[in-house]
């Protein structure tokens, strides 16, 4: 679908309020020549707002002419124009922007400034992500379009109550998974599905969560809402001690949201193979993606695998695929073709773009940064057109990125929208500074995932 307008509008209004400040620029002059512009601006996601005042003694000019050296944008203005949006504007490297005053075809006077953005759309991140009323922070952010229009986004461990000037009280309560739905105007938090306190999702005979759920992906499939869950104890003392057990499906009846079903699926091999990591439905067919750890470390190496079944089987019967058929023999499953040079990160995603298959990961090396796609022309592969979409800006000393995921249901001018999860190592900040365990958030071209 396209973005729906009033997020798009956002972008837009926001653009000029939403930067933080670190954004704004005062033109910076190719050569020492004198110049009758002075020229500044905000950005935010791939938009540049550039603004400009020209001097009072300047020479006599009947245009603007505004163009940026990655040949992106090249706009005529009247005389009386004073600012303008620049889009497709390449991130994370200076472009230089050009404003020329014309009489005629001559240029009378020129300034350039160097732009320099990072592609946040923090206009976005208010809207999802808002500092009261829904999830105000967390990570996970897998989200899935639902048959109405709305989107169903699932997160891990979050927070809801209200941030006040970036502080969240040290009293505010995390929970190992919420929801949130997005209706195209505003969120709506889901969280107290055992009761208040609870989690969005919570297991059978766990009332006080020793055990706990994790999002894996999931899919829309009629009047039905089928979303996986990881299964996690505590196996060992200290922030990194968890342990996956095995995945659970759930099942929601739509549009009101209600669990009419949770059970174990019909996987029982190894403890390091996590099907629901990605999910698709595709028609006849509903796809289930695993992730799989072969080493776990500094240099990781993963595998992915992929079984496929139907509604009316998706409790009992799965397929696996062999790398040249199915067989519902799961020890037969053979690592999909083509990702083997990318460590799959522990949450990724697969989706349809453009009549290919996409599969949309970040780089599971820890705080890597990079943001990786290959395309398929079936959901098997084999993969190929490696593309790094896009390497994270350097945050704060202490935090750390992972988990990218594609929400291609959100699309604006040929990009789709992408997530990608931050947290922090002091866990004290994500009170005293919500931005440490925030989603951000920016748009990828289509063109540069698929050519």
């Known amino acids: 679908m396209r973005l729906y307008p009033i997020l798009y509008a956002a972008v837009l209004l926001l653009g000029f309020s939403c930067d933080d400040g670190r954004h704004v620029r005062e033109n910076i002059f190719a050569g020492t020549g004198k110049t009758d512009i002075a020229v500044k601006y905000m950005a935010n996601a ?13 020479a006599a000019f009947d245009s603007f002419r505004v163009t940026d050296a990655a040949g992106r944008n090249d706009i005529l203005l009247g005389p009386d124009a004073r600012r303008c949006v620049l889009t497709h504007v390449p991130y994370n490297r200076p472009v230089q922007v050009t404003v020329d005053m014309l009489e005629g075809l001559e240029v009378k006077s020129s300034a350039e400034i160097s732009v320099v953005i990072d ?8 809207v999802l992500i808002p500092d009261s009323g829904s999830v105000t922070g967390g990570d996970g952010m897998y989200s899935v379009a639902l048959p109405d229009g709305r989107s169903i986004f699932l997160m891990g461990d979050s927070y809801m109550g209200t941030v006040t000037n970036g502080t969240r009280p040290r009293s505010t309560h995390m929970y190992r998974n919420t929801y949130f739905v997005y209706d ?21 005979g766990q009332p006080f969560e020793t055990k706990w759920y994790w999002p894996g992906h999931g899919f829309a499939v009629g009047d039905r809402l089928f979303i996986f869950q990881e299964l996690m104890y505590q196996g ?25 079903r949770d059970s174990r699926i019909p996987f ?6 996590h099907y629901g990591a990605a999910a698709m439905n595709d028609g006849d067919w509903l796809y289930i993606y695993a992730q799989v750890d072969i080493e776990n470390d500094l240099d990781p190496v993963t595998e992915v695998l992929l079984a496929r079944t139907t509604a009316e089987r998706i409790w009992t019967d799965w ?36 009549g290919k298959y996409v599969l949309f990961t970040s780089d599971k090396t820890f705080d890597s940064g990079k943001i990786w796609s290959f395309v398929s022309d079936t959901t098997w592969g084999p993969w190929r057109n490696r593309r790094l979409l896009y390497e994270v ?13 594609a929400h291609p249901q959100f699309e604006k001018d040929g990009m789709i929208l992408v997530s990608y999860n931050v ?21 990828i071209g289509i063109d540069e995932i698929l050519e």
Not at 395 to 401: E, T, V
């Open 423 to 443: 947290n922090t190592g002091t866990f004290a900040e994500q009170f005293s500074d919500v931005e440490s365990y925030r989603p951000r958030f920016v748009w």
């Open 184 to 204: 195209g105007s505003s969120v709506r938090g889901i969280a107290d599905g055992n009761g208040p306190g609870t989690s969005a999702a919570v297991p059978d």
């Open 46 to 58: 791939d938009s540049v707002f550039l603004s400009w005042q020209v001097d009072e003694g300047a």
């Open 236 to 260: 060992e003392e200290g922030a990194w001690g968890f342990r996956y057990e095995t995945t659970h499906t759930l099942e929601y009846s739509l549009p009101d949201l209600v669990l009419v």
């Open 119 to 126: 592609g946040t759309d923090r206009a976005i991140a208010s």
């Open 319 to 354: 397929e696996y695929w062999t790398g040249s058929g199915w067989s519902t023999n799961p020890a037969m499953a053979k690592a999909l073709e083509g990702i083997a040079s990318v460590p799959v990160s522990s949450q990724f995603n697969v989706f349809r773009l453009g």
């Open 393 to 405: 800006p350097a945050l704060k000393p202490g935090w750390y990125s992972y988990n990218a995921m």
């Open 268 to 273: 029982y091999g190894s403890a390091d193979i």
